[in-house]
């Protein structure tokens, strides 16, 4: 029997999944670690897409990644360090993440090299609709019609934005749903840890896959050599990223998936501010009316989190 996405009664997840009960505040963290893990994801998306450029995108992508295991190891080491070592519970899910996370970067940076940043962005808004179906598919988790409804209006901006049938949408969109997809199976495997599996682990696994991939793939591409303002913008691109890496993890094992998901549309008003300061591209009318209506849904979720937190 399947599990229905509206319920008026609140489901306990299984205790494989999360052995800790929802405590006051989670939601609250959840949702500021998701608008912190998106302002860093979409800062290095801009430093990305502007090196390559110049810069051959897989090795961007494999000196990036080298800065960030720097940088995840330097961070790992005042926590207590690594612990390499996963249970064998955790295996399963660790592989169905890494999938989603090489699967989704290169889909990713490849469509970004060719969109504006702030179209990518937008194709990425559908995700929090995918996790939270997903969310309640696998996890039980209760999701209000006004939550639906308001991730559905989110929706309809998406689509003003892009404009099915018109330039806006072509074939780079339909690669960056399919990295959206991919997202949304490395977020729903993320929530399956368990607290004895800590989040600098998870996301250095990830940052691993990612950079030996990237290595791979740039032997096809050849090598330049970069400058130094090339290497500084990339150290700069992989600070933002291990920041969005982090909160990432984090985000989605704290509070409720429906709840916490919602505020990834913070990351268009980032890729459209981004955009055009640094390449230029301003957003017309449209792109501002469904630019309104992801926002405006986000904010509502925001407000009705707090009226059905101040319920319980």
């Given at each position: 029997?399947?599990?229905?996405?509206?319920?008026?009664?609140?489901?306990?997840?299984?205790?494989?999944?999360?052995?800790?009960?929802?405590?006051?505040?989670?939601n609250?963290?959840?949702?500021?670690?998701?608008?912190?893990?998106?302002?860093?994801?979409?800062?290095?998306?801009?430093?990305?897409?502007?090196?390559?450029?110049d810069l051959?995108?897989?090795?961007?992508?494999?000196?990036?990644?080298?800065?960030v295991?720097?940088?995840?190891?330097?961070?790992?080491?005042?926590?207590?360090?690594?612990?390499?070592?996963?249970?064998v519970?955790?295996?399963?899910?660790?592989?169905?993440?890494?999938?989603?996370?090489i699967?989704?970067?290169?889909?990713?940076?490849?469509?970004?090299?060719?969109?504006?940043?702030?179209?990518?962005?937008?194709?990425?808004?559908?995700?929090?609709?995918?996790?939270?179906?997903?969310a309640?598919?696998?996890?039980?988790?209760?999701?209000g019609?006004?939550?639906?409804?308001?991730?559905?209006?989110?929706?309809?901006?998406?689509?003003?934005?892009?404009?099915?049938?018109?330039?806006?949408?072509?074939?780079?969109?339909?690669?960056?749903?399919?990295?959206?997809?991919?997202?949304?199976?490395?977020?729903?495997?993320?929530?399956?840890?368990?607290?004895?599996?800590?989040?600098?682990?998870?996301?250095?696994?990830?940052?691993?896959?990612?950079?030996?991939?990237?290595?791979?793939?740039?032997?096809?591409?050849?090598?330049?050599?970069?400058?130094?303002?090339?290497?500084a913008?990339?150290?700069?691109?992989?600070?933002?990223?291990?920041?969005?890496?982090?909160?990432?993890?984090?985000?989605?094992?704290?509070?409720?998936?429906?709840?916490?998901?919602?505020?990834?549309?913070?990351?268009?008003?980032?890729?459209?501010?981004l955009?055009?300061?640094?390449?230029?591209?301003?957003?017309?009318?449209?792109t501002?009316?469904?630019?309104a209506?992801?926002?405006?849904?986000?904010i509502?979720?925001?407000?009705?989190?707090?009226?059905?937190?101040?319920?319980?």
């Amino acid at each position: 029997m399947s599990t229905p996405l509206i319920s008026p009664l609140r489901r306990t997840r299984p205790a494989s999944i999360r052995p800790e009960p929802l405590q006051p505040g989670d939601n609250l963290r959840g949702a500021g670690l998701m608008t912190l893990s998106m302002m860093g994801f979409t800062c290095n998306d801009t430093i990305i897409k502007f090196v390559a450029q110049d810069l051959p995108l897989y090795q961007s992508i494999t000196i990036r990644g080298l800065f960030v295991l720097v940088a995840l190891v330097l961070l790992a080491q005042r926590t207590g360090g690594l612990r390499l070592r996963i249970p064998v519970p955790a295996r399963r899910p660790m592989a169905l993440r890494l999938v989603g996370e090489i699967g989704s970067t290169l889909l990713f940076l490849n469509a970004l090299t060719r969109m504006e940043i702030a179209d990518l962005t937008a194709v990425m808004q559908s995700l929090p609709l995918v996790v939270m179906l997903g969310a309640a598919l696998f996890f039980g988790e209760t999701l209000g019609w006004r939550r639906i409804l308001a991730v559905l209006v989110g929706m309809l901006g998406v689509l003003i934005i892009l404009r099915p049938g018109s330039g806006a949408f072509g074939i780079w969109s339909l690669v960056a749903l399919g990295a959206m997809l991919l997202v949304a199976l490395r977020d729903l495997s993320t929530r399956q840890f368990g607290r004895d599996v800590s989040s600098n682990t998870i996301a250095f696994y990830g940052a691993v896959l990612v950079t030996l991939t990237g290595l791979v793939l740039s032997l096809g591409q050849g090598w330049v050599m970069p400058n130094l303002t090339q290497l500084a913008l990339l150290a700069l691109g992989s600070a933002f990223l291990t920041v969005g890496y982090l909160c990432a993890v984090a985000a989605m094992r704290v509070g409720e998936i429906a709840a916490v998901s919602p505020f990834r549309y913070t990351s268009l008003l980032a890729a459209i501010v981004l955009g055009l300061l640094v390449f230029g591209d301003w957003p017309d009318l449209w792109t501002w009316i469904g630019s309104a209506l992801v926002v405006g849904a986000g904010i509502y979720t925001i407000w009705r989190e707090a009226q059905m937190g101040r319920r319980r």
